[in-house]
């Protein structure tokens, strides 16, 4: 069981995210933007955090770069979680330190494989 923190603008998106991670009996925490996400990072030291992209204020590569650059954080795995489906978003998604890029809507299975993958 991990705790997993949600960074998302998009209440449906973040209930979608809860069920299945609480169906995979990890423990839930959620941020709505950016600057919230980082803070909660800061203060809870989520295991993983799930980052979407698009949001008012700091954006999730903002906030994806905070958090793997910050001396309390940068062991915190992020994975970015968006529409955005480029290419090049995938590459500036790593460049900010994500360990990994999913595309909405995502698969469970593969959200927890990846989540698996990422965990010891």
Request: proline share 5%; glycine share 8%.
């Amino acid at each position: 069981m991990a705790k997993i923190l949600i960074v998302d603008d998009s209440p449906t998106e973040t209930f979608r995210f809860r069920e299945m991670l609480l169906r995979n009996g990890h423990v839930v925490l959620e941020a709505t933007n950016g600057a919230d996400g980082v803070a909660v990072t800061l203060a809870e030291k989520p295991d993983l955090v799930l980052m979407d992209v698009v949001m008012p204020g700091m954006n999730g590569f903002q906030a994806t770069r905070q958090i793997t650059r910050g001396a309390d954080t940068s062991q915190i795995p992020v994975v970015i979680v968006s529409t955005k489906d480029q290419e090049t978003d995938r590459v500036w998604g790593r460049r900010q330190g994500a360990k990994d890029y999913l595309t909405k809507p995502v698969d469970e299975a593969e959200l927890m494989q990846v989540i698996g993958k990422l965990l010891p």
